[in-house]
């Protein structure tokens, strides 16, 4: 009998227990729910301070719709996609040196808190889905344009411009009289008739930008050294023999076989004397495949070069730590060696990742390249 009665309570605290944790599911259902709607309005706030933040300060130099101005392209596809929230957070807080833009950070001595420019940062990433494509403007360059130069221009212009088959352009008075936009538009469309390319759909915009920069440096009287390299012959020349213009292809082989170096320094000759017997076809293969491989480095050399100028922050066995892991990666293994050396001749913007252009030389960076491919294998 008793046993039957235990039987029953048993029962009832079951159900009873049961119902309690139906009950509570449905309060943790809701609750969530409810959490939900308080961090969504918690983030919007969190936006609507970035947003006012944005309008007071920023807005002037970077247009209220992040259009640019003074200050560059905020919204944009390309910038949005490949900055995270860190980098832009770094660099409105420290701001950029040697530019316009400030540091925002109060650690820095700016008007900022962290939490203002987190705020910011949400405010700024709210754009990304609808970004345009806007490839965010580069800082114009005259090494850059004089790096162009010498591979597109001085070929009729010559070395700096002062004058081959076509007119010196590195003229004095005619720099004094004649201004950027004038140069501009001479360069984007040319004389034709005359024998000046039309540029407007060779060069994208910001290389003739650069290359304004550089007619303002010899405005000025400054020399520019062009940052030439083997790598740029070698893609002028290959640009040249797609177009079947034999005679250009020729300048720059010539102009970048005494400056190559390594074992592919001996495969300049054999393409020289096709492309003088016109066998363009098989020239076209052959410098294709030496544009791909080339820089050929030496692994050791290359050991001593990653020591100095890598290891400190891909780590000396390559392990990674403010740079990549680089033992293995894709990256390189996916990538041709003038791939690589493109990388590290640019940078990537908005890392620490910086440029090595005017810091080591072409071989250098060759020899480092052997030896991180050493690592791949
Ligand atoms: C006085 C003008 C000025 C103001 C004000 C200003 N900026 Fe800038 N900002 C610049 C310039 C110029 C650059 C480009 C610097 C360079 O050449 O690297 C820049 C660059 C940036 C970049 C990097 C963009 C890129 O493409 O890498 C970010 C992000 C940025 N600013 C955000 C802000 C924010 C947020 C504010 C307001 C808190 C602000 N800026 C206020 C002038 C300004
Ligand atoms: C195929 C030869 C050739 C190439 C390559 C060439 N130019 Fe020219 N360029 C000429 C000729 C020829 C003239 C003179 C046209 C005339 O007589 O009006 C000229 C004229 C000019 C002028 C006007 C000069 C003046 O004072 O009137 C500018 C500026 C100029 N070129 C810039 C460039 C730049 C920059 C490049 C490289 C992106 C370039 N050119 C590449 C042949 C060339
Ligand atoms: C100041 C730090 C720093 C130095 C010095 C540095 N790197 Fe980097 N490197 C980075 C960072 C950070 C990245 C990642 C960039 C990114 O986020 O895309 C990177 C990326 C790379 C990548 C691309 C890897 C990938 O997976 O996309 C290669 C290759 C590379 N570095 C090679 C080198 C070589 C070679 C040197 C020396 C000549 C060097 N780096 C020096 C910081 C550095």
Aim: hydrophobic share 40%.
């Amino acid at each position: 009998m008793q046993n039957e009665n235990y039987n029953r309570y048993v029962w009832i605290g079951l159900i009873a227990t049961l119902l309690l944790v139906i009950a509570t599911g449905f309060a943790w259902l809701s609750e969530s729910d409810r959490l939900a709607a308080a961090s969504k309005q918690a983030q919007k706030s969190h936006l609507t301070h970035g947003r006012t933040l944005y309008v007071d300060n920023c807005s002037s130099c970077h247009g209220t719709r992040g259009e640019g101005g003074a200050g560059n392209v905020l919204n944009s596809k390309q910038l949005l996609t490949t900055a995270s929230d860190e980098v832009l957070f770094a660099t409105i807080l420290a701001g950029r040196p040697n530019t316009t833009m400030p540091a925002w950070g109060q650690i820095n001595g700016g008007p900022l808190t962290n939490e203002d420019i987190r705020g910011i940062v949400s405010f700024l990433r709210a754009w990304e889905p609808t970004a345009p494509e806007i490839v965010t403007a580069m800082q114009p360059s005259a090494v850059r344009g004089a790096t162009l130069f010498a591979g597109s221009c001085a070929i009729c212009h010559g070395d700096e411009g002062k004058g081959g088959s076509a007119p010196s352009l590195n003229n004095p008075t005619r720099l004094k009289n004649m201004n950027d936009d004038w140069y501009r538009q001479t360069i984007v469309n040319g004389r034709p008739a005359k024998g000046m390319p039309i540029w407007n759909s060779v060069l994208a915009s910001n290389q003739v930008d650069d290359l304004i920069a550089l007619i303002g440096a010899w405005r000025k009287g400054e020399r520019v050294a062009p940052a030439t390299t083997v790598a740029n012959m070698l893609d002028s020349a290959l640009f040249s023999v797609n177009q079947n213009d034999s005679a250009d292809a020729l300048f720059y082989l010539r102009k970048a076989k005494p400056l190559a170096f390594g074992p592919a320094a001996a495969r300049f000759d054999p393409i020289i004397s096709q492309i003088e017997k016109d066998q363009l076809k098989q020239a076209l293969t052959d410098l294709g495949a030496l544009r791909n491989n080339w820089p050929i480095g030496d692994e050791k050399n290359g050991q001593k070069v990653y020591k100095d100028a890598c290891s400190g922050c891909h780590g000396s066995e390559g392990q990674g730590g403010v740079g990549r892991k680089l033992k293995p990666n894709e990256f390189i293994q996916k990538s041709t060696n003038a791939e690589v050396l493109r990388l590290l001749f640019a940078g990537r913007d908005g890392t620490a990742m910086r440029s090595f252009t005017g810091k080591l030389s072409e071989q250098q960076l060759a020899d480092a390249i052997a030896f991180l491919r050493a690592w791949q294998k």
